[in-house]
């Protein structure tokens, strides 16, 4: 049973960082893509970033590229996104979500068709 638990969440200052964690269960990260994706109060939901490590491509959203970096840890199995020179646009609820690699294509694309998804944790940068 293919499970997401997103934790990390919290409020911090414009410029500030925080760590989010994504951690997988019911299946390995080597078999996956793990995608981050944001929804903020009134608009639709866009990614933020996907990785696979069992190749290690990686694929940022232009809103974060450079400011973020998503890893995984295989041994915990469990992928994190690291934010840095964190914005007031960048607050929303955050999740992650995971697809089979092989029905990607084993290719990341643009992050989309992911069909497993965990429950949010709320990011909040305060001006």
């Known amino acids: 049973d293919v499970q997401l638990q997103a934790s990390g969440g919290g409020l911090v200052q414009t410029g500030g960082s925080l760590r989010l964690s994504c951690a997988a269960s019911?299946?390995?990260?080597?078999?996956?893509?793990i995608g981050w994706f944001r929804q903020a109060p009134g608009k639709e939901r866009e990614g933020v970033s996907c990785?696979?490590?069992?190749?290690?491509?990686?694929y940022y959203f232009d809103s974060v590229k450079g400011r973020f970096t998503i890893s995984s840890d295989n041994a915990k199995n469990t992928v994190y996104l690291q934010m840095n020179s964190l914005k007031p646009e960048d607050t929303a609820v955050y999740y992650c979500?995971?697809?089979?690699?092989?029905?990607?294509?084993?290719?990341?694309?643009?992050?989309?068709?992911?069909?497993?998804w965990g429950q949010g944790t709320q990011v909040t940068v305060s001006s």
């Open positions: 019911g299946f390995t990260l080597d078999d996956y893509a």
């Open positions: 990785i696979s490590s069992s190749d290690g491509m990686t």
């Open positions: 979500a995971a697809e089979p690699y092989y029905r990607l294509g084993y290719t990341l694309g643009a992050c989309t068709r992911f069909n497993y």
